[in-house]
């Protein structure tokens, strides 16, 4: 059973076009994460959540939008496609326990901008 | 701001040899956190092992262990008795202790270690 679930896995869009990419946990935490990852680059982080009212952004924000449904659903948007948006992104959620942190990743979605 | 460096875009290494993946940081701060995170072709990241800086033993978990060189800034992960199942991305990631800094992970280019049966 999957923790951090995201949808949809894979996308092919269109330049201009706007889309949701979607993230669900059950692990109840409060804080979640958007990264997006390119090759030789890593991860980088887009936007996060500490709680369903606070919305920060990350190193990348620009071109990108997020939504706090709940606790357990945090989107993100694309208002209009470009062909450098095409990435693979993550959704993650962290706790800490015992004094230390811990992120957990969700499967990531592949998209692509044509 | 910080930045994590891994020099080796490629490595191989013989199942049950021993091998060795570099990373590099720049940091002002005394107190982070440091951690090497798995990527296999399922793409799933998965949390191989965590330092933090205050402990000056290197952690170890299992066939993983880290030589951690705070002075230098390097954090490197050593594999032993490496499995196929070893073969993956590995990327080196920092994070603050700051609150304001978000908890972002800052992660490295990421190193793809190939293993040969």
């Known amino acids: 059973d999957a923790d951090v679930t995201q949808t949809p896995r894979n996308r092919i869009t269109k330049t201009g076009k706007r889309i949701m990419l979607e993230c669900s946990q059950t692990?109840?935490?409060?804080?979640m994460y958007w990264y997006r990852q390119d090759p030789g680059l890593g991860l980088r982080l887009i936007y996060y959540?500490?709680?369903?009212?606070?919305?920060n952004k990350g190193e990348i924000s620009d071109g990108y939008s997020v939504s706090r449904q709940a606790q357990a659903k945090f989107s993100l948007s694309l208002e209009s496609a470009i062909p450098n948006q095409t990435a693979l992104y993550f959704c993650?959620?962290?706790?800490?326990?015992?004094?230390?942190?811990?992120?957990?990743f969700g499967p990531g979605t592949r998209l692509l901008v044509l | 701001a910080q930045t994590v460096t891994q020099s080796q875009p490629e490595m191989s290494v013989q199942e049950a040899e021993t091998v060795t993946l570099s990373c590099t940081y720049d940091?002002?701060?005394?107190?982070?956190?440091l951690f090497w995170y798995k990527q296999p072709p399922s793409r799933q990241m998965i949390l191989v092992i965590r330092?933090?800086?205050?402990?000056?033993q290197n952690a170890t978990e299992n066939r993983f262990s880290v030589n951690f060189q705070k002075a230098a800034k390097s954090f490197s992960l050593k594999i032993s008795d490496s499995q196929l199942g070893d073969a993956a991305m590995y990327f080196c990631?920092?994070?603050?202790?700051?609150?304001?800094?978000?908890?972002?992970?800052?992660f490295g280019g990421g190193t793809r270690l190939m293993v040969k049966p």
């Open positions: 330092q933090e800086a205050y402990k000056q």
């Open positions: 959540s500490f709680d369903v009212k606070d919305i």
């Open positions: 692990k109840g935490h409060d804080r």
């Open positions: 993650a959620t962290s706790d800490w326990t015992e004094g230390q942190e811990t992120q957990y």
């Open positions: 940091t002002s701060e005394s107190d982070y956190y």
């Open positions: 990631a920092y994070r603050s202790t700051f609150y304001n800094a978000g908890n972002m992970l800052t």
